[in-house]
């Protein structure tokens, strides 16, 4: 059997290795430098995938990783890595995206990514975890690469009251009940109450029996606040909750430094998009503070601007903050928080981005600064457009490094200038990084 040295791991958490004859191996589990022994799994044209015999020679960084699931689970593929170690490989993830792009520029600004912000928490981050139900009623993950569930008990990346009513709900037999109808079950902790809300998607539309089974299940978890049925030919439904004044609505309180310490209060309704970790999401707004840098005189657009999580903090700095963003429950958030900050000069509509974009063009509107922060696929048909609404400073947030470098290579294209680069762990134990990069107009 031969032995193969990792030479990095790359986007996805594989580590890369190549064969004497030059075939690319990638292995899951590895880290840069390991000298291993490996078995090939799948054996493709242009390259094949390993799984580790043995370890010849560890890296330093190397732990045992705690999560009892670990060998099946799919989500976790740098839980054997120390987290500082975590951290410079996802900064090396980011640096080879831009140097292999083949654009000069891009390979100049990998000189200008920063060293990634650490998590405020390794473990136990996530306000929100999404479980899979078999059609024996079993809850869990995917296994890696495969239809098939890994059962779980407990998932050290969820919050501990999120872990709690996992725990809780195996004892009662309406849950067990539920699962048989059901193909999912999301668990959503309320940041402001630290209640759980549960959401299941039913396989077909909710009965009256069902109903009556969630208010039982709601009434023996303390920690449960609110039970939902939602399915793929149905909206959601409430189907049990403790506190109806307060409806479908998740809410937060912080207070962002930028803002010497005023208190952004932000809600989000249960179906609609918050980032899973909360406290990294503060410190990913403060860097979008810092990189805007708005002057109270300045204009903002927020493209894709969701509930207004840059919107509102920006809004407090800015003379005015105009947001689009397709989904309604989102703009619909956004609307109240403006309000329920006490916030006049924002300014959200429901609309398709590339449209609102073809529409402020038209118009003859432009802005001091424009945030884009589009989902994981990127937006690189909007980036002439940008060029024509944005004067001074563009930041663009992404989750993707590989979708990130197309689209910087976009913006490149059109004039802009990239000034600085930040990762941001927003996942600890796995490959994903965000990027938060700030752009600037070329001079004429």
């Known amino acids: 059997m031969p032995l193969l040295t ?3 791991v790359i986007n996805g958490g594989y580590g890369l290795t190549k064969t004497d004859e030059g075939k690319i191996v990638l292995i899951p ?12 799994h799948q054996d493709k044209k242009g390259y094949a995938t390993g799984k580790i015999k043995k370890i010849v020679t560890a890296h330093d960084g190397r732990i045992t990783p705690p999560c009892p699931y670990i060998r099946n689970c799919g989500g976790c593929n740098l839980q054997h890595a120390t987290a500082e170690l975590q951290l410079e490989i996802k900064e090396a993830i980011v640096k080879e995206s831009l140097t292999r792009s083949g654009k000069p520029e891009l390979a100049k600004a990998s000189a200008l990514i920063q060293a990634p912000i650490a998590s405020p928490q390794d473990f136990f981050y996530r306000q929100r975890i999404r479980l899979h139900i078999d059609e024996y009623g079993r809850m869990g993950f995917r296994q890696h690469q495969s239809h098939d569930i890994i059962a779980i008990k407990k998932c050290l990346l969820a919050s501990p009251q999120i872990n709690e009513v996992l725990t809780a709900l195996e004892e009662h037999e309406e849950h067990g009940e539920i699962c048989q109808l ?9 940041p402001a109450t630290e209640q759980v809300q549960l959401v299941y998607l039913l396989k077909r539309k909710s009965r009256p029996a069902d109903t009556n089974r969630a208010k039982r299940l709601g009434e023996k978890i303390a920690s449960v606040d609110c039970i939902y ?9 409430s189907a049990y909750c403790k506190t109806p004044e307060e409806g479908k609505v998740l809410s937060l309180d912080y207070k962002p430094q930028a803002l010497a310490g005023k208190k952004i209060s932000m809600q989000w309704e249960v179906n609609g998009f918050c980032q899973v970790n909360i406290k990294q999401n503060v410190q990913m707004i403060e860097t979008v503070l810092a990189f805007a840098d708005i002057r109270d005189e300045e204009s903002v657009l927020d493209l894709f601007c969701g509930m207004g999580n840059f919107s509102i903090p920006l809004a407090c700095q800015a003379k005015a903050v105009t947001g689009f963003e397709g989904q309604g429950s989102a703009i619909r958030s956004a609307k109240k928080n403006a309000l329920n900050n006490g916030l006049d000069n924002c300014s959200f509509y429901q609309k398709p981005v590339h449209k609102a974009c073809a529409e402020l063009i038209a118009d003859k509107r432009v ?21 024509k609404l944005c004067q001074k400073r563009l930041i663009y947030i ?12 976009e913006l490149s294209k059109q004039g802009f200038q990239i000034k600085k680069i930040q990762p941001i762990d927003m996942f ?5 990084i965000e990027n938060v990069v700030l752009l600037e107009p070329c001079p004429q």
């Open 6 to 8: 990792i030479e990095k």
């Open 229 to 237: 049925f939602i399915g793929e030919n149905f909206p959601l439904q």
């Open 182 to 190: 059901a193909s999912q079950l999301e668990l959503i902790l309320n």
């Open 29 to 40: 589990g590895t880290l840069p430098g390991e000298e291993i022994q490996t078995t090939i």
């Open 398 to 409: 992404s989750c993707d490094p590989a979708t990130l470098t197309r689209d910087l290579a």
């Open 367 to 387: 802005y001091d600064c424009v945030i884009i922060d589009p989902p994981r696929q990127g937006a690189p048909e909007l980036a002439g457009q940008l060029a």
């Open 428 to 432: 600890p134990q796995t490959y994903h």
